[in-house]
């Protein structure tokens, strides 16, 4: 599986208006494209950081579509006053599900660099030593683990089911993101919180 993610800096007043392009106009179209399971999106109200990520079965149907979608991206752009759009390619090396989320969930993104060569073990560092802990923060829906193999560039996304339950857990989580950070090897290179504006996906779980 893998992933497209799609990056603007928006104006925050123009974000309702880009939330309801994506929903009404773009998902539809996306999700008729051969190969395509699905769409979310995640908006930062307070920076205007938004993140378009679409979902593809594999780097073939995913790559096929990149000039269709050009176009639309950028329109996209331009509508939330962002400015050119940063396009980033994915693959999915791990999902997993508690229960789908809902209304007013939140997600919180964290970036960070590893060697590639040592890509691999850090994934299975995320699977065996993240994930578990990871179950037991209090609201928790989802997570998932996209990486770049070229680059050794990975982002987790973990999504709750509030923002009350994202605020509860955040010391929880900053301990356990220092402890297994280290254990992978891996750098942190940002960490975000969104609301989850758009969630329209059907990744099977893949741990």
């Given at each position: 599986m893998y992933a497209r993610s799609?990056?603007?800096?928006?104006?925050?007043?123009?974000?309702?208006?880009?939330?309801?392009?994506?929903?009404d106009e773009v998902m539809p179209m996306l999700l008729e494209m051969d190969g395509c399971i699905g769409l979310s999106m995640l908006s930062d109200r307070e920076s205007g950081r938004c993140i378009v990520t679409s979902a593809w079965q594999s780097e073939e149907a995913m790559r096929a579509t990149d000039e269709?979608?050009?176009?639309?991206?950028?329109?996209?752009?331009?509508?939330?006053?962002?400015?050119?759009?940063?396009?980033?390619?994915?693959?999915?090396?791990?999902?997993?599900?508690?229960?789908?989320?809902?209304?007013?969930?939140?997600?919180?993104?964290?970036?960070?660099?590893?060697?590639?060569?040592?890509?691999?073990?850090?994934?299975?560092?995320?699977?065996?030593?993240?994930?578990?802990?990871?179950?037991?923060?209090?609201?928790?829906?989802?997570a998932s683990l996209l990486v770049d193999r070229t680059s050794g560039r990975a982002v987790s996304s973990v999504t709750y089911d509030s923002q009350e339950a994202m605020d509860s857990n955040r010391e929880a989580a900053a301990s356990m993101r220092s402890a297994t950070t280290k254990e992978a090897g891996a750098k942190v290179l940002d960490v975000c919180e969104f609301e989850l504006s758009l969630a329209h996906l059907r990744v099977p779980e893949l741990t």
């Open positions: 799609t990056t603007i800096h928006a104006k925050p007043e123009s974000i309702d208006a880009g939330i309801a392009q994506m929903r269709e979608l050009r176009p639309v991206r950028a329109r996209i752009a331009d509508l939330m006053g962002g400015g050119s759009p940063t396009v980033e390619e994915w693959e999915i090396a791990v999902l997993h599900r508690d229960h789908r989320s809902g209304e007013g969930a939140c997600v919180r993104a964290t970036w960070v660099q590893v060697d590639p060569m040592n890509l691999d073990r850090s994934i299975d560092v995320y699977k065996l030593a993240s994930l578990p802990r990871l179950d037991d923060l209090a609201g928790f829906c989802s």
